[in-house]
Nanobody, 115 residues
């Protein structure tokens, strides 16, 4: 499985960005896709995830501001980020999980929020 992430960039505080990720390869058994991030001084953490049944999971910091959406057939996932804050600055990684809990990671995309 290969993951290609798109989006990211520089935005002012209060602005919005959209991240997208597409999986390719042996994608049929992917049952979870999501976004993680590594912010300065912190370990990589969950931002949001979507499962093949449509359920979602958000970090507390993302609730109310970010929306994750996925296309289970195409194995794509998007993260709409609104009301961005300087604390959201970091490298965002797309992740896919196949049945059996094998994980795959994208290359990371930088999000910079200026205050």
């Amino acid at each position: 499985v290969q993951l290609q992430a798109f989006g990211g960039g520089l935005v002012q505080a209060g602005g919005s960005l959209r991240l997208s990720c597409a999986a390719s390869g042996s994608i049929a058994t992917i049952n979870e896709m999501g976004w993680y991030r590594r912010t300065p001084g912190k370990q990589r953490e969950l931002v949001a995830a979507v499962f093949s049944d449509g359920t979602t999971n958000y970090a507390d910091s993302a609730k109310g501001r970010f929306t994750i959406s996925g296309d289970n057939a195409k194995k794509t996932v998007a993260l709409q980020m609104n009301s961005l804050e300087s604390e959201d600055t970091g490298v965002y990684y797309c992740k896919a999980v196949r049945w059996g809990f094998k994980e795959y990671w994208g290359q990371g995309t930088l999000v910079t929020v200026s205050s």
